[in-house]
């Protein structure tokens, strides 16, 4: 494993860990950067996953909190979305505990590709609501089962987690973009810090990296929700797109060939 500690190599993945911060609360996907940059910097899968959760929950939080208080998110009305999530979680960062590396090494890179061009290509969705929809028994079915897929899906790998919920959101219950964007973030939150806690007990976190990539993901996240708050998500798609797919295609040349 190449040296992980030195002056050149904190540097680089501080600034992608910035930059991830502030894509994914402006569009959500900023594991789609963290990922490959420490697969890149030479971690083992489940310890880049692990490594990865543990910055991402001060991105999730710094945004949650930040649409929270713009009251953007409502935890009573998404509270059984919640709790699923976090059981979600829970199971699919135990199933990625027992995939081998090997295999994993080589399915991360098809899985960051292909939620790459998920997001070039998904249609857009206009939410036409202001307000959240009236509670019923088929939206608490409708949130436990998002629920519980989309944290499955954090917990196995996460990278695209926030854009998923942003456009299911915005699909299923037919809100504004800022809106689904608040929820978004919220959940993604619960199902990071969630599957954080597994991998810590699992022993798959490298702390030092993490820390300091959390603080600069931090950093990145309050510049970006309040720049999705005020410009929307349209100006750093472009960018995103590429850096993710040339990063990606990448580390399939390296695991393939």
Known sequence: MPELFDTSMFSVLAAIAFSAGFIDAVAGGGGMLMIPALLS????????????????TFASSTAAITFYRKDLFSPNFWLKAGIATLFGAVFGTL??????????????????????????????????????????????KTQISQGLALGFYDGVAGPGTGAFWTVSTMSLYKLNMLLATGVAKAMNFISNITSLITFMILGHVNWVLGLTMGICLMAGAFVGAHSAIRFGSRFIRPIFITVVLVMSGKLAMDAWF
């Open 95 to 140: 199933i990625v505990n027992v995939i081998d590396t090997d295999w994993l090494e080589k399915a991360l890179p098809v899985l960051i590709i292909a939620t790459a061009l998920y997001t070039i290509f998904s249609p857009s969705i206009t939410g036409r609501r202001d307000q959240l929809p009236e509670k019923t028994s088929r939206l608490r």
């Open 41 to 56: 910097a030479g971690l083992p899968p489940h310890l880049a996953l692990g490594t990865n959760k543990l910055a991402a």
